[in-house]
């Protein structure tokens, strides 16, 4: 059966060329970069040219970059690192989105059973946050401020320049988690302004287990893990060479088809949102209505069991997903669902399509043909059986 | 044909499962997230927990078909788990694992599996389904008879045996571990379970306290004659027959006879007392014959490891029934079922009111 894969916010296929070069350091590059002869040095070159190639999708200085485990651990660097640097300033206040990833959700949690107080911003029907509703949250005790740059769930896009701007008009450092838009948005990270910003390789091609951190020079960002002095004294431990320098490539390659992969993919999603919104009634996009990465949308379909429509796609060889993949398993509505205000119908029965490189006209074509069929026969056996 | 299987991580399912696999049926393996089971500090039943879920999985990909986790927590808990408090706290015993096959894996289980496209719903249970030549579907004893799991199966109707399968039911248990071996599976020796699923450390009674904490405020014991002999800390913490943990000390071995949730009394007798030769059963459902007008020969089991007792029964209205014993039968404890046999065929069966 010919699969066709439309979740690639949860992760996407490596790169040939990603892979390649990755192998080649598994087998050739083997040295310790900490290591003073020939083959540390060689291994150090390596991942001194996938930070250049990192920092280029950023627009940002290679000795801004922290390379990490992933987009959960750079969060955690960002918000526990900053918040231990922070708080003999006094300062004991964070704010971040409703809508935000548990990797910056449940770290902020972490930080409130230590004392620190939270303030979850809400966001409007159409999945943003409103400046007005920052600046009403900031104070003199304010710390950091974390806002996500596009929602993995809905691929709805913040306006992180206003919103920094707004932060360090009191004083706040600004973290925005690029993990969805890294490599499918334009980033400049001086021109949003931000302070830090956390990206993840696997989710634009690159291997899975490595991640970056872009921290502003200047900023002082105590280390989470303990250690050693790699990065900068930064993040402890033995660099994973074959997974940056995989990054590397995979950073380069993202840069270079952005715009034209971009403007492709929007074009495919749309088709695809506007075919199932025609051929199936009792459908709704969520978060339609503001600025969206192109590759993402979000449709709640009416009387029909999200898990269930999962499985049945899977089953014809189609992969979506509910929400995010790491709420898969449990009950729980989408918080980002919720947090927008939705009525349960629509946070409890909404599928993710989110599409990348290998999708082709004929995959939306497939997709569009047999998904109205199965959501009738579902629909068919809900009412037969409540009858 | 695609036929879903309803995986809790065990031997039997997942013999069940491969050896449908093997007959090249389309299998999708489906098993039920039922009840919050992540603490590690508390031990769990044997099944369905997240461990075994994982077993499942592994067996999923070593045959080589999909599987997928249904999260049923809220159905489990409006149905089997609130029974079962309601059940103790009405100084009944109840028989969840019953109540988890007709109301959850062939009702809610099943309806998903036909939005998938499969008409039938395999387990790993220890029964068997035919037809009759009068076109009624037949539950009938598996051919191991000290595995058999046809008691817990009496509820369901004919519309879910006409889509139940059960695929190791007329093998000994012996013959399901020798296949798990040959396949492979890492759960050939996985021990069967045993305690009921969904409550930690087997502490039935802490269960339903922390639900109806009422409950603990306790009661008295009274004898055959109504004197109180003894004081107990909750109607829940007993079921009619026992005889341990009574707190009493007595010449002759005493057993609980009797419980009345509504004055919270606990009545206690010589074994002779525990004797009947007549029950009535509620929400009776017939399977091999229609609603019987004229007394039927049967044997009964009343719970499930007992001896079946042969007598007559005969349905009553609002589907009730009434069985006579040939021979008195001990401790008929209401809450249990009562599942009526003619030779390895179930007849009907309900609940011992």
């Not at chain 1, 710390?143 to 004083?171: C, D, F, K, R, Y």
């Not at chain 1, 790699?230 to 995989?246: D, S, W, Y």
């Not at chain 2, 889509?163 to 190791?168: E, L, Y």
């Amino acid at each position: 059966m010919h699969r066709i894969y439309l979740d690639h916010n949860a992760t996407t296929p490596v790169l040939p060329e990603v892979a390649d070069r990755a192998a080649a350091a598994l087998r050739d590059e083997f040295g310790n970069p900490s290591s003073v002869h020939h083959f540390g040095q060689q291994a150090k070159a390596a991942i001194d040219e996938a930070r250049t190639l990192t920092a280029a999708l950023l627009d940002g200085d290679p000795a801004e970059v922290i390379f990490t485990s992933g987009g959960t651990e750079s969060d955690n660097i960002a918000i526990r690192g900053a918040a231990d640097a922070l708080e003999a300033s006094g300062r004991r206040h964070l704010i971040v989105t409703a809508i935000e990833h548990e990797a910056v959700l449940n770290t902020v949690k972490a930080l409130a059973r230590r004392g620190w107080r939270v303030t979850l911003l809400p966001v409007d029907q159409t999945g943003v946050v409103s400046p007005d509703a920052l600046r009403a949250a900031l104070d003199e005790d304010t710390a950091l401020v974390s806002v996500m740059h596009a929602n993995n769930e809905i691929g709805t896009i913040q306006p992180i320049a206003e919103l920094a701007h707004l932060a360090h008009s009191t004083g706040a450092i600004f973290h925005t988690d690029a993990v969805q838009s890294a490599g499918k948005l334009p980033i400049h990270v001086k021109a949003l302004g931000v302070d830090l910003l956390s990206i993840s390789a696997h989710k634009f091609y690159g291997p899975k287990g490595v991640g970056a951190l872009w921290v502003r020079r200047g900023l002082r960002v105590l280390p989470v893990l303990t250690g050693g002095r790699q990065e900068r004294n930064r993040r402890a431990g033995t660099e994973n060479v074959p997974g940056i320098v995989g990054m590397g490539v995979a950073a380069r390659i993202a840069q270079a088809k952005m715009d034209q992969e971009g403007a492709r993919l929007a074009l495919l999603r749309d088709r695809l949102e506007a075919g199932i919104l025609a051929a199936v009634p009792g459908t709704a996009v969520n978060g339609g209505g503001s600025a969206r990465v192109a590759n993402t949308t979000n449709i709640s379909f009416e009387r029909v069991e999200a898990e269930s429509l999962l499985i049945a796609l899977d089953l014809d060889g189609v992969a979506v997903s509910t929400g995010s993949a790491c709420s898969s398993g449990t009950l729980e509505p989408s918080h980002v669902l919720k947090a927008m205000g939705l009525p349960t119908h629509r946070t409890q029965n909404s599928i993710r399509f989110s599409l990348g490189a290998a999708n082709t006209d004929a995959d939306i074509d497939r997709v569009l043909a047999i998904l109205p069929g199965i959501v009738t026969k579902l629909r068919n056996l809900t009412r037969a059986v409540r009858a | 044909m695609r036929v879903v299987v309803a995986m809790s991580g065990g031997v039997d399912s997942s013999v069940a499962a491969a050896l449908l696999a093997e007959q090249g049926h389309e299998v999708v393996g489906l098993s039920m997230h039922l009840y919050d089971n992540s603490d590690p500090a508390q031990a769990w039943g044997s099944c369905c927990t997240l461990d075994d879920l994982q077993d499942a999985r592994r067996v999923a990909s070593l045959v080589g078909f999909p599987h997928y986790i249904f999260n049923f927590e809220r159905q489990f808990q409006d149905t089997v788990v609130s029974n079962f408090v309601r059940e103790y706290a009405a100084g009944r015993t109840p028989l969840p694992c019953a109540h988890c096959n007709s109301d959850l894996k062939f009702s809610t289980l099943l309806e998903r599996a036909r939005g998938l496209g499969a008409d039938q719903v395999a387990t790993g249970h220890y029964a068997r389904v035919d037809r009759s030549p009068d076109g009624r579907w037949r539950l009938k004893r598996s051919t191991d008879p000290g595995k058999d799991q046809s008691y817990f199966l009496f509820s369901l109707t004919q519309d879910q045996l006409a889509h139940a399968r059960f695929p190791v039911g007329s093998l000994p248990k012996s013959a399901v571990r020798d296949h798990a071996r040959r396949l492979g599976l890492a759960v050939a020796e996985k021990p069967d379970s045993q305690e009921i699923c969904f409550v930690p450390d087997g502490d039935y009674a802490s269960f339903v306290e922390r639900r109806e904490p009422a409950l603990a405020l306790g009661g008295a014991i009274v004898n055959e004659q109504g004197r109180q002999v003894g004081t107990h800390g909750g109607v829940h913490r007993f079921t009619v027959g026992q005889r341990k943990g009574l707190g009493l000390s007595s010449s002759a071995p005493l057993y609980v006879t009797r419980i009345d949730a509504e004055t919270s009394t606990v009545t206690v007798g010589v074994r002779s007392a525990l004797e009947r030769t007549q029950l009535t059963a509620s929400h009776v459902n017939w399977i091999s014959i229609a609603a019987p007008t004229s007394p039927v020969r049967v044997s009964a089991q009343i719970r499930h490891r007992h001896q079946p007792g042969a007598g007559s029964v005969v349905a009553l209205p609002d589907e009730r029934a009434e069985m006579i014993f040939d021979e008195a039968q001990t401790a008929v404890t209401p809450g249990q079922a009562v599942v009526f046999y003619s030779g390895e065929t179930v007849v009907g069966g309900g609940w011992i009111e």
